[in-house]
């Protein structure tokens, strides 16, 4: 059956057309909206320092693991220096050499990240911990607090968890009390907390993370802890017991090395500051999809040149202006110049705008056609007399253009690619229509071209819609599974319910 | 009366829709290849001359541009001839002349056409004005048709002609088609003829339609178009089976004039044939055509074909259920 087959092909075309969109929207996170931002942030670390003539080497962490965030960019700014990077496992170092550095001396490191749902582990593999020999008084302490911690986890995520809820808890008791008289800072803390979990030989470091605040430019790393559980590395708040990596925080470095060390200089002073900004969704998520190599960002109409883009984002359209006519001819019963006339008038409507555009089609065409009736007494032949109406039309197009710009109106520039063969063509087919089944059906049809072609424009015009078309041209399967399900229609058209509404039949004409 | 017919009851009587008519019967029926025997009227008319089809006579065809300078040395002393377009389409660019007045030639309207306006219409269908896609054509010149006095109360100007649907070799519909003063003589609906429908067992009148409306009344002579029985019926029926049978379409509407002199002619057969003779019946094609359609085999003899038209019923029960 052949209907079986257009509705086999419609539903493959339809289903893998929405299907590839779907996967494209959820798992790369393309926006179906036109105009969608996302929040980027750009750190900055600066390193200055006084040189003393001999050789500097400023050395530098740079972020290297970065677990829900995707990189967008990074720079290394220094005039006239040697730069090295160096990664090794989950550290990443920047280390920049000058032969002599005089005076003051400036580096720059930039990095701007967007948030994103990619996942993406620390791969060092630790070492298990032997349990160190604690000192008095702290040993009883530790002792005491390990076992009571044992009594109450099961393996390390949960051992870790309640080692940090009992270690923060709020009514102290005396090991608490004392461990946390011995630790000062946070990152002291942070070791105390590793120092305990080496008692059970549970490996654990520091991950050093920069809390991301817009406009902030002396940013200080807050240290994190890091517990392996043999699998991966576990992210914990030593100072609340929260687990997982705080979603504002940028992990930076790990383990308790210098986070920058400068030879060869004084006065030395870094600073971390830190920006927010927004982008263009569209850029970031193609720039994910290029980093994961999806093959998507290779096909993707955003990696041609932007004059081709454009073109495109018209021309993808054309498909769904198409599907207007489609709709108007077989479903309403609309009648027009030509089958596809409306779509080309259409796009030349999207150089003038939809009023402007009604208003000077009407008008040329009217005019046009006019001195077409004029021509057909003068009896040229087809084709001079076609050219004879392409002038004229030009003509027109120059003349409203003068008039309107002395008027003070601005539209009228844009009317320079308002297409000439479309309005020659249709004054001619039109005013054949008129000769030969009289100026009703000639404006019938001239007003049916262009309420299809008004309502094309209106589609076509939607700039949700462009982005969409341009963003997931797989679209077009879904189109063309229309197309071809609307081909199959065999009902009536709505002007043949009302061309039949008064039909008896035969049965009660007996 | 109501703004728009409820498209649950013209399913129930049989009426057929454009997109029903080019899915399910003109695209089924009638194989693209076979378009241009009846899209080319010169083609047609020789087809049927070689199976002793009776048409119109040819006098002339004009075929190059430089041939309508000649175009008074081709007619000659004729003053009485159709010119229309070899790939015409809706009846636009026929011109028909029946007398002359010197160097200016008669229209059945009584309005003067002069030789080189003449010329101009010729080099217009030459370049394709009236063809489709505009290609260029050819311009036929041929014997115009007298109409048979029968219909001189329900005519105004110009010749009337019967259309008759012809389904799988078989004639399901049938009407003749009046021309108007407002059609300007000539026999298309479209233009503004009258339509009236014609029952294929008896050749009787029945309903008409005229600019998409029922009338029983010729708009311009005002004699009642109703119970008039067409003459010579059975031999248009078979006229039309056997144009189908020349051309293979399966879908086919024949166009056959009755001539005072010769009997009935071919005029013209369409491929692609409207849908007003349901108003002018107020019978919906599909009740024919489904019963028809459901034949798996038809009988070959023209005769037979023809009692098969004249039998085909009209809406019983079971038909009803098998239509809706």
Same mark, same amino acid.
């Given at each position: 059956m052949k209907n079986v087959a257009v509705l086999v092909w419609a539903a493959i075309l339809i289903v893998s057309g929405l299907s590839i969109c779907a996967y494209k929207a959820i798992n790369l996170g393309m926006p179906v909206k036109a105009d969608q931002e996302t929040t980027v942030w750009t750190v900055q670390a600066r390193i200055s320092f006084q040189g003393e003539g001999g050789p500097a080497i400023v050395d530098l962490s740079v972020p290297s693991v970065l677990p829900?965030?995707?990189?967008l960019d990074e720079n290394f700014i220094a005039s006239r220096y040697g730069m090295a990077i160096d990664q090794s496992g989950d550290q990443r170092k920047v280390q920049w050499v000058k032969r002599r550095a005089y005076g003051a001396e400036t580096l720059y490191y930039r990095i701007s990240v967007a948030a994103s749902e990619q996942a993406s582990p620390w791969l060092d593999q630790p070492a298990l911990p032997s349990p160190p020999n604690y000192e008095e008084p702290y040993a009883t302490a530790i002792r005491t607090i390990i076992s009571d911690v044992r009594q109450e986890s099961a393996d390390v995520f949960t051992y870790t968890r309640e080692l940090l809820r009992q270690l923060n808890a709020p009514q102290a008791n005396q090991n608490v009390a004392l461990l946390r008289a011995r630790a000062n800072t946070p990152h002291e803390w942070a070791n105390q907390v590793i120092e305990i979990l080496k008692g059970v030989r549970i490996p654990a470091r520091v991950l050093w993370a920069l809390p991301l605040n817009d406009?902030?430019?002396?940013a200080r790393m807050i240290p994190l802890l890091q517990v392996h559980n043999g699998k991966t590395w576990l992210v914990f708040n030593p100072a609340t017991g929260d687990s997982g990596l705080p979603a504002s925080f940028l992990p930076w470095r790990i383990g308790d090395a210098a986070l920058y060390r400068v030879t060869g200089g004084h006065d030395i002073d870094a600073k971390f500051s830190v920006t927010r900004s927004h982008r263009e969704l569209l850029d970031v998520v193609r720039r994910g999809a290029e980093l994961k190599g999806s093959i998507f960002s290779d096909l993707s109409l955003l990696s041609l040149p932007v004059h081709s883009q454009n073109i495109y984002r018209v021309l993808l359209m054309v498909p769904l202006g198409a599907l207007i006519v489609v709709l108007m001819r077989t479903f309403v019963g609309v009648s027009t110049f030509g089958t596809f006339m409306p779509v080309l008038i259409a796009l030349a409507f999207r150089e003038t705008q939809l009023l402007w555009g009604i208003v000077l089609f009407s008008m040329i065409v009217s005019i046009g056609l006019m001195l077409r009736f004029y021509l057909e007494r003068l009896m040229l032949l087809l084709v001079p007399r076609l050219t004879a109406i392409l002038v004229i039309v030009v003509g027109l197009m120059l003349l409203t253009s003068l008039i309107t710009n002395k008027l003070g109106v601005e539209r009228t520039l844009s009317v320079a690619l308002f297409p000439m063969v479309i309005l020659s063509m249709t004054i001619e087919r039109m005013s054949i229509t008129w000769e030969e089944s009289g100026a009703r059906d000639a404006i019938l049809n001239g007003l049916g071209s262009l309420l299809i072609a008004s309502l094309s424009y209106l589609v076509m015009n939607q700039r949700d819609l462009e982005h969409l078309m341009f963003v997931f041209p797989e679209l077009l399967l879904v189109v063309l599974g229309l197309s071809l399900l609307m081909g199959r229609y065999t009902g009536y058209r709505l002007s043949e319910l009302r061309r039949f509404r008064?039909?008896?039949g035969e049965a009660a004409h007996k | 009366m109501s703004f728009i017919a409820s498209p649950f009851r013209l399913r129930r009587l049989g009426v057929l829709g454009m997109n029903r008519r080019n899915a399910d019967f003109i695209m089924r029926y009638n194989p693209r290849h076979l378009y241009p025997l009846v899209d080319d009227k010169l083609l047609t008319k020789n087809l049927a001359l070689a199976r002793g089809i009776a048409v119109p006579e040819l006098y002339a065809v004009i075929s190059?541009? =430089?041939?309508g300078k000649d175009l008074a040395l081709i007619l000659g002393e004729r003053e009485d001839f159709v010119i229309k377009p070899s790939h015409g389409s809706g009846g636009n660019g026929i011109l028909v002349v029946c007398g002359r007045f010197g160097n200016s030639f008669r229209k059945p309207s009584g309005d003067l056409i002069t030789l080189a306006a003449m010329q101009h219409h010729v080099s217009n269908i030459l370049s394709g004005m009236y063809s489709l896609g505009g290609m260029p054509d050819q311009a036929i010149i041929e014997y115009r048709v007298k109409f048979d006095p029968f219909f001189e109360h329900i005519s105004f100007q110009g010749v009337p002609d019967i259309r008759v649907i012809v389904f799988r070799g078989v004639p399901v519909a049938a009407m003749v088609r009046l021309p108007t003063r407002a059609s300007d003589g000539k026999a298309n609906l479209h233009q503004g003829a009258m339509g009236i429908g014609i029952d294929l067992a008896t050749g009787k009148s029945r309903d008409g339609v005229f600019r998409g409306l029922s009338c %029983?009344? =010729?708009? %311009?002579?005002? =004699?009642?178009?109703?119970?008039i029985t067409i003459p010579h019926w059975e031999s248009i029926l078979r006229l039309a089976i056997q144009c189908a049978d020349t051309v293979g379409l399966g879908y086919l509407g024949a166009d056959i004039v009755m001539d005072r002199d010769l009997g009935p002619l071919m005029l013209e057969l369409n491929a692609r044939p409207g849908l007003t003779v349901q108003v002018a019946n107020q019978r919906g094609l599909l009740l024919n055509l489904n019963q028809i359609d459901a034949m798996p085999t038809l009988p070959a003899g023209v005769d037979e074909r023809l009692r098969l038209a004249q039998s085909?019923?009209?809406?019983t029960e079971k038909l009803t259920d098998k239509v809706s």
């Amino acid at each position: 059956m052949k209907n079986v087959a257009v509705l086999v092909w419609a539903a493959i075309l339809i289903v893998s057309g929405l299907s590839i969109c779907a996967y494209k929207a959820i798992n790369l996170g393309m926006p179906v909206k036109a105009d969608q931002e996302t929040t980027v942030w750009t750190v900055q670390a600066r390193i200055s320092f006084q040189g003393e003539g001999g050789p500097a080497i400023v050395d530098l962490s740079v972020p290297s693991v970065l677990p829900g965030f995707l990189k967008l960019d990074e720079n290394f700014i220094a005039s006239r220096y040697g730069m090295a990077i160096d990664q090794s496992g989950d550290q990443r170092k920047v280390q920049w050499v000058k032969r002599r550095a005089y005076g003051a001396e400036t580096l720059y490191y930039r990095i701007s990240v967007a948030a994103s749902e990619q996942a993406s582990p620390w791969l060092d593999q630790p070492a298990l911990p032997s349990p160190p020999n604690y000192e008095e008084p702290y040993a009883t302490a530790i002792r005491t607090i390990i076992s009571d911690v044992r009594q109450e986890s099961a393996d390390v995520f949960t051992y870790t968890r309640e080692l940090l809820r009992q270690l923060n808890a709020p009514q102290a008791n005396q090991n608490v009390a004392l461990l946390r008289a011995r630790a000062n800072t946070p990152h002291e803390w942070a070791n105390q907390v590793i120092e305990i979990l080496k008692g059970v030989r549970i490996p654990a470091r520091v991950l050093w993370a920069l809390p991301l605040n817009d406009a902030t430019n002396d940013a200080r790393m807050i240290p994190l802890l890091q517990v392996h559980n043999g699998k991966t590395w576990l992210v914990f708040n030593p100072a609340t017991g929260d687990s997982g990596l705080p979603a504002s925080f940028l992990p930076w470095r790990i383990g308790d090395a210098a986070l920058y060390r400068v030879t060869g200089g004084h006065d030395i002073d870094a600073k971390f500051s830190v920006t927010r900004s927004h982008r263009e969704l569209l850029d970031v998520v193609r720039r994910g999809a290029e980093l994961k190599g999806s093959i998507f960002s290779d096909l993707s109409l955003l990696s041609l040149p932007v004059h081709s883009q454009n073109i495109y984002r018209v021309l993808l359209m054309v498909p769904l202006g198409a599907l207007i006519v489609v709709l108007m001819r077989t479903f309403v019963g609309v009648s027009t110049f030509g089958t596809f006339m409306p779509v080309l008038i259409a796009l030349a409507f999207r150089e003038t705008q939809l009023l402007w555009g009604i208003v000077l089609f009407s008008m040329i065409v009217s005019i046009g056609l006019m001195l077409r009736f004029y021509l057909e007494r003068l009896m040229l032949l087809l084709v001079p007399r076609l050219t004879a109406i392409l002038v004229i039309v030009v003509g027109l197009m120059l003349l409203t253009s003068l008039i309107t710009n002395k008027l003070g109106v601005e539209r009228t520039l844009s009317v320079a690619l308002f297409p000439m063969v479309i309005l020659s063509m249709t004054i001619e087919r039109m005013s054949i229509t008129w000769e030969e089944s009289g100026a009703r059906d000639a404006i019938l049809n001239g007003l049916g071209s262009l309420l299809i072609a008004s309502l094309s424009y209106l589609v076509m015009n939607q700039r949700d819609l462009e982005h969409l078309m341009f963003v997931f041209p797989e679209l077009l399967l879904v189109v063309l599974g229309l197309s071809l399900l609307m081909g199959r229609y065999t009902g009536y058209r709505l002007s043949e319910l009302r061309r039949f509404r008064n039909f008896r039949g035969e049965a009660a004409h007996k | 009366m109501s703004f728009i017919a409820s498209p649950f009851r013209l399913r129930r009587l049989g009426v057929l829709g454009m997109n029903r008519r080019n899915a399910d019967f003109i695209m089924r029926y009638n194989p693209r290849h076979l378009y241009p025997l009846v899209d080319d009227k010169l083609l047609t008319k020789n087809l049927a001359l070689a199976r002793g089809i009776a048409v119109p006579e040819l006098y002339a065809v004009i075929s190059e541009q =430089h041939e309508g300078k000649d175009l008074a040395l081709i007619l000659g002393e004729r003053e009485d001839f159709v010119i229309k377009p070899s790939h015409g389409s809706g009846g636009n660019g026929i011109l028909v002349v029946c007398g002359r007045f010197g160097n200016s030639f008669r229209k059945p309207s009584g309005d003067l056409i002069t030789l080189a306006a003449m010329q101009h219409h010729v080099s217009n269908i030459l370049s394709g004005m009236y063809s489709l896609g505009g290609m260029p054509d050819q311009a036929i010149i041929e014997y115009r048709v007298k109409f048979d006095p029968f219909f001189e109360h329900i005519s105004f100007q110009g010749v009337p002609d019967i259309r008759v649907i012809v389904f799988r070799g078989v004639p399901v519909a049938a009407m003749v088609r009046l021309p108007t003063r407002a059609s300007d003589g000539k026999a298309n609906l479209h233009q503004g003829a009258m339509g009236i429908g014609i029952d294929l067992a008896t050749g009787k009148s029945r309903d008409g339609v005229f600019r998409g409306l029922s009338c %029983d009344i =010729h708009p %311009d002579t005002g =004699h009642s178009t109703l119970g008039i029985t067409i003459p010579h019926w059975e031999s248009i029926l078979r006229l039309a089976i056997q144009c189908a049978d020349t051309v293979g379409l399966g879908y086919l509407g024949a166009d056959i004039v009755m001539d005072r002199d010769l009997g009935p002619l071919m005029l013209e057969l369409n491929a692609r044939p409207g849908l007003t003779v349901q108003v002018a019946n107020q019978r919906g094609l599909l009740l024919n055509l489904n019963q028809i359609d459901a034949m798996p085999t038809l009988p070959a003899g023209v005769d037979e074909r023809l009692r098969l038209a004249q039998s085909l019923r009209g809406p019983t029960e079971k038909l009803t259920d098998k239509v809706s």
